[in-house]
């Protein structure tokens, strides 16, 4: 009936009658396509179809051969050049086979839930800070909706916070094996307060388990600056819930109020102290697979940044775009300051840029060209490209 052939890098392909087989001639007839057959006819759809699968085949092979390869640590220069070669989404999948893959997802979940512990008090202070002022009697109803609401906000916050805090205990006790248990426990053990950290956990299976934390909000001020916190009685607080004996001895020390904006301001100084000591000894032990899978990553990560680079700088110099015009996006005041000392259009002066915008040395030998030439530097010599 007809044939499609496809040519430069992928595979040849035909799609034939069923019922006649091509002949010799037809097997090797030069490229041509049938204009009797439409993009969206049975037949364009049928080896659309083939094509998908068999470049799906295509890329499962490549990225098994590499995952096989990953297995021996550290990963040689020709697997990671074939691990380079894989989209995006095939070298992530390819990782995740790599013997340092789980170390540094564990580590990583350390440090993602460490910001979100901090993001979560920052929102906490801010939702306090929203309850409403004292007013006049004319307006308690608005104020007594307001403060429903930021009610509402200053639990779902809460709740954030003290889970938090929980899943990074939690999360870091995965990463006892790289520094030594016995060093883990004795650094946790001066680091907190047992009674707060008791008193803070405590909280957390209150809320989670049992009910919300109703407060009583105070504005306080100290040398002419006023603060809002959140507050909860020391009696509402045994009435809701159950404390052990180590948070309640804690709670004894506090009075008749147990303020929880100071209680997790001084209980977060205590997390970013010993995570700051737990994060520095773990890296200084990393285990070689770990090492070999954060070496690997970030040869993806150039290698991809280069392709994608090269490919925005060859659509903008379609564009006819300047360049010049686009750096006070990129640069600071100080460095474009400096820019103007430099020869316009020398490469002295787009090295500078280079250099100030590409924090993760992603720009090699050949990406450099292609910027210099983007930046129409007159000494590329155009050819050599």
């Known amino acids: 009936m007809f044939l499609i052939r496809y040519c430069s890098n992928l595979p040849k392909v035909w799609l034939i009658c069923r019922d006649k087989p091509p002949t010799r001639s037809q097997q090797f007839a030069a490229p041509r396509y049938d204009h009797r057959m439409g993009w969206t006819s049975p037949e364009a759809r049928e080896l659309f179809r083939w094509f998908v699968k068999h470049e799906a085949e295509r890329r499962n092979r490549n990225r098994e051969k590499v995952i096989e390869a ?44 460490l910001e979100l512990f901090r993001r979560a008090l920052t929102d906490l202070d801010q939702a306090i800070a929203e309850f409403p002022d004292l007013g006049g009697p004319d307006k308690r109803i608005v104020r007594e909706q307001l403060e429903q609401a930021v009610s509402v906000k200053v639990n779902k916050e809460l709740f954030a916070a003290l889970g938090g805090a929980k899943t990074l205990l939690d999360y870091s006790r995965r990463l006892k094996e790289l520094i030594g248990t016995d060093l883990f426990e004795s650094r946790l053990k001066l680091a907190f307060e047992p009674g707060e950290h008791a008193l803070i956990m405590g909280l957390r299976n209150l809320l989670l388990h049992e009910v919300h934390l109703r407060a009583n909000w105070q504005v306080r001020w100290h040398a002419g600056t ?85 490919i925005i700088i060859g659509l903008w110099t379609q564009a006819g775009a300047d360049p010049y015009q686009h750096l006070p996006k990129h640069l600071a005041s100080e460095q474009l300051e400096h820019l103007k000392t430099l020869p316009h259009r020398s490469p002295q002066q787009v090295d500078y840029i280079i250099a100030c915008i590409d924090k993760e040395g992603i720009c090699d030998d050949h990406l450099r060209r292609v910027v210099h030439k983007f930046f129409k530097v007159s000494s590329v010599d155009d050819a050599s490209d």
Request: glycine share 4%; proline share 2%.
């Open 70 to 113: 990953l297995h021996q640590v550290p990963v040689s220069q020709k697997t990671l050049k074939a691990l380079e070669a894989l989209s995006s989404e095939d070298a992530d999948r390819a990782l995740r086979k790599h013997p340092g893959y789980v170390g540094h997802r564990k580590i990583e979940s350390v440090r993602t839930m």
């Open 226 to 310: 006023k603060t809002k916190h959140f507050v909860i009685q020391r009696e509402d607080l045994l009435a809701d819930g159950k404390l052990n004996n180590v948070a309640l001895q804690y709670l004894d020390r506090l009075g008749t109020a147990c303020d929880i904006t100071v209680l997790l301001r001084g209980y977060a100084e205590k997390v970013d102290q010993f995570y700051m000591w737990l994060l520095a000894e773990v890296e200084a032990h990393l285990p070689l697979e770990v090492e070999d899978y954060k070496a690997c990553r970030k040869a993806i990560r150039r290698q991809h940044g280069r392709l994608s680079y090269e």
